[in-house]
């Protein structure tokens, strides 16, 4: 029951920016995306999220569409490191808290 | 402050048998969520516990259970385990029950023969 949708696979060079598209056109209202990366089989690593404007921190920048159906992740200077696959998620409320649906995810290769 | 730690790290078990695994959260964090990841599924919310209550679950079968302790750390046992349980068992802590930023911890990477 994910509800994103991305690309199964991105390449970028190292060095320039990567740029990871993500639709989520059934979110609702008050959900939340979320941006996570997942290298080697290791657990999940927290990067950003956002509900409808965009946010920046150390790691990256999300852009969030006026009509949030869609959004981006930006990796501004990619690096080898940032190989991983990219999982864009919708934060699903519950009927006490939330819980993560994550999609495929897309494996992101940063090449020399 | 040290993050999430899951033991065992590994773990070799047969068809039959029951499974216990533990996660420690990151310290002052009270919510404590599971998940499953195999390659055919991907990754599987298993539960999510809060101040020693089981707030939500997914769609396992109930060979699939977990407590929290008192200190937030939190168990997950898996009972008649079959070979389709093979995967790898991730927790994630977060500070509230609406799981803002949940920080995962390495997994634990069981194996049923």
């Known amino acids: 029951d994910a509800k994103t949708t991305q690309p199964p696979s991105m390449d970028c060079a190292e060095g320039r920016a990567a740029n990871l598209p993500c639709n989520h056109s059934?979110?609702?209202?008050?959900?939340?995306v979320y941006w996570y990366r997942q290298i080697h089989s290791q657990g999940p690593q927290y990067i950003i999220h956002?509900?409808?404007n965009n946010e920046t921190n150390e790691m990256a920048s999300l852009i969030i569409t006026e009509d949030r159906k869609s959004s981006t992740l930006i990796l501004p200077h990619a690096t080898l490191r940032d190989t991983a696959v990219y999982y864009c998620i919708v934060r699903v409320a519950m009927e006490y808290g939330n819980k993560l649906v994550f999609g495929a995810g897309t494996i992101l290769r940063v090449k020399s | 402050k040290a993050g999430v730690t899951q033991t065992p790290r590994y773990l070799i078990k047969t068809r039959g048998q029951q499974v216990t695994l533990s996660c420690s959260p990151i310290s002052g964090h009270r919510s404590v969520s599971w998940y499953q990841q195999t390659p055919g599924q991907g990754l599987q919310f298993l539960f999510e516990y809060f101040s020693e209550t089981q707030r939500n679950k997914g769609n396992f079968p109930g060979r699939f259970s977990g407590r929290q302790f008192s200190n937030s750390r939190s168990e997950m046992n898996v009972s008649t385990l079959e070979l389709g349980d093979s995967a790898l068992y991730l927790c994630?802590?977060?500070?509230?029950?609406?799981?803002?930023?949940?920080?995962f911890g390495p997994g634990t990477r069981l194996t049923v023969t």
């Open positions: 956002g509900l409808k």
């Open positions: 994630a802590s977060s500070f509230s029950v609406p799981g803002y930023e949940q920080y």
């Open positions: 059934t979110i609702s209202g008050n959900e939340y």
